[in-house]
C-alpha cells in the first residue's frame, strides 16, 4: 500500500467577518475532508482538524494518499442488436461509440455480453487510473470555496491589475503540503507554497515557514505567536476571563455568542481588567450589560449578588509587557459610551408610558395591519376577550360575586384568595397591553431594541404603575426562546398571550405565513409561545374561542382575510413536533392530537394516559379493533345510523358487545368529565372480550338493511365512547 501522509491546506487572508468566522472554518475543513474522500484518496483512519483564525481557513487531514488506487470500471454501451450485426460484427453505431471513447474495432471481442433486465447489451471493461493527489485536492479546494457560507462576498483586483476575484476578503497566500512536499495546486490568483503570516505584531519571524504538515499548529504557535484551532482558543480566552475574574471576587457574565465572536477577533488571547465611574450604576444594568458586549465587546463583571460591578474584562490581542496604555485606551472608550446610556435613561424618564401612546399611530407597524397604535388597540381587544373568558370560567364556577375567595377550575386555575376581582383584573390586563409598546418611542430602545419591554420595566416604575402591570410590561414578550421563563402572573400571561395571537392572526390573514426555513416575523416562535402559555400557564381556554376573539378586532382591516383554520394547523403543527421533542412518539402525539382537542392544557394528561394505556394487555387488540371499526364506519357513511334496538339482535355476540357497552360507556365518560383521562382509557380494558366475539360472530354488514343499520349504530357507540382521550386506531400498527 502506498505510504500516507497527512495533508494541509491553509487560506491566509485579510480579517473575516468574526461572527461568521467559525463557521467558515467548520465547513472549510469538512468540504475538503469529504471531497478527498470521494476521490478515494483517505483511508479508514483519516481524520481531520479545522483551524480558523482572523486572517486564516485551514485544515489538516491525517492519512492522504499520494494517488488514489486504480478502479475497475464497467460500461453500458448499447443493445446487442444494435451493436452487432447478424455476423457479428460491429455495427457503425458500435464503431462511432468505441471511437468516442479512443477505442478502435479490436476492442470488440473483448466485450462482454449481458442481459441487463430488459435485453442483452454489450459492456466494456477497463480499470479507471485513480485520481492523482494533486488532481483530487484541486477539486477539493475549489468545492471547499464554493460551499463557504460567505455573508457578503467582495470583489478585488489581482497584482497583475487584469484579473478580479471574488472572495469573502482578499487572500494573500495559499499553503499545501503532504507531508513535507508541496502539492501543486492554485486558487483565487494565488499558487500553493509552504509560506504563512504569524500574528501582525508579536511573531518571531515574518514569514513563517510551515516545513511539514503535522507540525503546523505547534509551527503557528512558536514563531507566529498564533493559536490556530478556533476551539483551543476560546477555551484558552474563558480560562482568563474565570482567572482574572476570581481575581477579583467577580463573575464575568455567560455569553457563547460573545465568546465565539471575540475567539474570532484575536490569534493570541490576552485577557485584561478595566473599570468605569461607579456612578454610571444608576443605570439600569441592562443597558450597561448590553452597552459593554454589543458595542464594546466586553464581559461585563457580576458581583457575589449577582448585580454589576464597574469593572469589565477586555479580550486583547496583544500581550505588552506594561498592559496599562491598552487598559486606559479601552476605558476611555468605554465611558462616553456609558455616558449616552446615562443620558438616554434620564431623557426617557421625563416623559410617562402613557404620554408617548399618541406616536404609536405615527410608527408603523406592518404596511398591510396599519401602525403600532393599531395594533396595540386590538391587542387590548384580545386581551379583554380573554379576560371575559376567565371570568366567565370563574362566574360558572364561583358565582359573579364570589371570586374574592379561593375557587379551583377544571384546567388547574387558581384564583387565591387576595387576587384581583373582575374589573380589577380587566382593568390591570387592559393598562398593561395599552402600554406594553410605548417602550419602543424610547430613546433607549430606540438605540438598542433588544431592550424594549425591559425599559417599559423600568419607564413603568418610574410613572408609579401597580406592580402586576409593570411586570407585565416587560413580560409579554416571554417566552422569547425555547427554555425562557413564561411571563409572572396572570396579567403578564393574558397580555402576552392576546400579543402572540395579534401577531399570528394578523400575518395569517394577510398571508405573510412561514414558508420551508423562512419565517421573518418568527411566527413558529410566537406559536410555539401561545403553546407554552396554554399549556404550562394554567389558562384553561380552548383554542378555537381564543382564535376566533383573535380575529375579530381584524373586520375592519382592509385586505385581511381570517385564516383562523389554516392557523389552528400550524399551532397543532408546532405542538406536535414539541410534544415530540419531549420524549412522546410520533404515534402517541398522533392519536392525541388527531382529535385536535381544543383545551391545550389537557393534552399532556391524555399523553400520559395514552402511554399508561398501551402498558395494558388489552391495548394492542383494541387498537386493532378500533381502526377496524373505523374502516366499516367510513366505508357505510351514506347508510344512517340511529339509535341501537335491542329488539333487532340476531346473535348473542352483539347482545352481548351492547350489555358491556352500556355498562362501560359511562364510566369512561364519566372519568373523562372529571379529568381522569387514564381511568377513562383503562375502563376501556372490559371491552376487548366482547369485542373480539363481535368481529369473530357477527356479520355488519347484513343483507337485512334494518339489521345492518342497527349493527352499525352499535359500533358508532363504541367507537365514540373509546376515542374520547385520544384516536385508538392511531396506535395500531
Not at 388489552?618 to 340511529?642: D, Q, S
Not at 357497552?661 to 371491552?687: M, R
Amino acid at each position: 500500500m502506498m505510504m500516507t501522509q497527512t495533508l494541509l491546506i491553509e487560506l491566509l487572508v485579510e480579517e473575516l467577518p468574526p461572527r461568521a468566522l467559525k463557521k467558515l472554518g467548520e465547513v472549510f475543513a469538512d468540504t475538503l475532508f469529504r471531497s478527498l474522500q470521494t476521490a478515494a484518496l483517505t483511508t479508514a483512519q483519516s481524520v481531520v482538524a479545522a483551524y480558523a483564525t482572523p486572517r486564516r481557513l485551514a485544515a489538516q487531514i491525517s492519512h492522504v494518499l499520494p494517488a488514489a488506487a486504480d478502479q475497475p470500471l464497467t460500461r453500458k454501451l448499447m443493445p446487442v442488436s444494435v451493436g452487432l450485426d447478424a455476423g457479428g460484427q460491429a455495427t457503425p453505431a458500435l464503431l462511432k461509440k468505441l471511437a468516442s471513447l479512443g477505442l478502435d474495432a479490436n476492442v470488440v471481442p473483448q466485450l462482454r455480453h449481458q442481459t441487463d433486465g430488459k435485453a442483452e447489451s454489450l459492456f466494456l471493461e477497463s480499470i479507471a487510473p485513480g485520481a492523482t493527489l494533486a488532481e483530487g485536492t484541486q477539486t477539493a479546494l475549489e468545492a471547499a470555496l464554493d460551499a463557504l457560507p460567505i455573508p457578503k462576498v467582495m470583489s478585488y483586483q489581482l497584482a497583475d491589475g487584469w484579473n478580479t476575484v471574488h472572495f469573502v476578503r482578499p487572500a494573500h497566500a495559499l499553503t499545501a503540503l503532504h507531508g513535507a512536499d508541496i502539492v501543486p495546486v492554485a486558487v483565487l490568483g494565488l499558487t500553493a507554497g509552504r509560506m504563512t503570516q504569524g500574528h501582525r505584531f508579536e511573531a518571531s519571524v515574518h514569514p513563517v515557514t510551515l516545513k511539514h504538515a503535522d507540525d503546523y499548529a505547534e509551527t503557528l504557535r512558536r514563531e507566529g505567536a498564533v493559536i490556530a484551532a478556533f476551539a483551543e482558543r476560546r477555551d484558552e480566552i474563558a480560562r482568563q476571563l474565570a482567572a482574572v475574574a476570581a481575581g477579583a471576587g467577580l463573575t464575568p457574565i455567560e455569553d457563547v455568542a460573545l465568546l465565539d465572536e471575540v475567539t474570532a477577533l484575536v490569534e493570541r488571547p490576552n485577557v485584561l481588567m478595566g473599570q468605569f465611574e461607579p456612578a454610571f450604576l444608576a443605570v439600569p444594568q441592562e443597558c450597561l450589560i448590553l452597552t459593554m458586549k454589543a458595542n464594546q465587546k466586553y464581559f461585563p463583571l457580576l458581583d457575589a449578588n449577582g448585580k454589576l460591578s464597574n469593572r469589565f474584562l477586555l479580550v486583547s490581542n496583544l500581550h505588552p509587557a506594561d498592559p496599562t496604555a491598552i487598559i486606559c485606551g479601552n476605558e476611555r472608550v468605554v465611558r462616553p459610551r456609558l455616558a449616552d446610556a446615562k443620558f438616554f435613561f434620564d431623557q426617557d424618564r421625563k416623559k410617562t408610558l402613557k404620554s408617548r401612546l399618541p406616536a404609536l399611530a405615527k410608527v408603523v407597524y406592518h404596511n398591510r395591519l396599519g401602525s403600532q397604535g393599531e395594533r396595540s388597540a386590538r391587542v387590548v381587544a384580545i386581551a379583554r376577550a380573554v379576560v371575559d373568558n376567565l371570568i366567565g370560567n370563574f362566574a360558572e364556577l364561583s358565582g359573579k360575586d364570589e371570586l374574592s375567595r379561593e375557587v379551583e377550575l377544571i384546567g388547574q386555575w387558581r384564583f387565591r384568595r387576595k387576587a384581583f376581582g373582575k374589573n380589577e383584573l380587566r382593568r390591570a390586563v387592559e393598562q398593561a397591553a395599552r402600554l406594553a409598546k410605548a417602550d419602543l418611542l424610547t430613546d433607549m430602545v430606540g438605540e438598542f431594541p433588544e431592550l424594549q419591554g425591559v425599559m417599559g420595566r423600568y419607564y413603568a416604575v418610574n410613572d408609579g404603575l401597580p406592580p402586576e402591570v409593570v411586570d407585565a410590561i416587560e413580560d409579554h414578550y416571554k417566552p422569547r426562546f425555547a427554555g425562557d421563563a413564561l411571563p409572572r402572573g396572570k396579567v403578564g400571561r393574558i397580555v402576552a398571550l392576546a400579543d402572540k395571537l395579534e401577531t399570528l392572526t394578523g400575518l395569517f390573514g394577510v398571508g405573510q405565513t412561514p414558508t420551508g426555513d423562512k419565517d421573518p416575523f418568527a411566527l413558529r416562535r410566537h406559536a410555539l409561545g401561545v403553546i407554552r402559555i396554554l399549556t404550562d400557564g394554567d389558562l384553561d381556554m380552548p383554542l378555537d374561542a381564543l382564535l376566533a376573539a383573535a380575529a375579530a378586532p381584524f373586520i375592519a382591516v382592509q385586505g385581511f382575510t381570517p385564516a383562523t383554520t389554516a392557523l389552528s394547523a400550524f399551532i397543532f403543527e408546532r405542538l406536535a413536533g414539541n410534544l415530540r421533542e419531549q420524549g412522546f412518539t410520533a404515534q402517541e402525539v398522533d392519536a392525541v392530537l388527531s382529535l385536535s382537542p381544543q383545551r391545550l392544557a389537557d393534552i399532556p394528561k391524555r399523553l400520559a394516559a395514552v402511554r399508561a394505556f398501551l402498558q395494558l394487555p388489552e391495548a394492542e387488540a383494541l387498537a386493532a379493533a378500533n381502526k377496524r371499526v373505523g374502516n366499516i364506519l367510513k366505508k357505510a357513511e351514506g347508510v344512517r345510523a340511529g339509535a341501537v334496538d335491542a329488539g333487532l339482535f340476531r346473535d348473542a355476540a352483539e347482545a352481548a358487545l351492547h350489555t358491556a357497552l352500556q355498562e362501560v360507556a359511562p364510566q369512561a365518560a364519566a372519568a373523562f368529565a372529571a379529568g381522569d383521562y387514564t381511568a377513562s382509557l383503562q375502563t376501556l380494558a372490559a371491552l376487548r372480550a366482547p369485542i373480539d366475539a363481535f368481529f369473530n360472530g357477527v356479520m355488519v354488514n347484513a343483507e337485512d338493511i334494518a339489521l345492518k343499520r342497527n349493527r352499525l349504530s352499535l359500533l358508532t357507540q363504541l367507537f365514540k365512547a373509546m376515542n374520547r382521550v385520544a384516536n385508538l386506531s392511531r396506535l395500531s400498527a
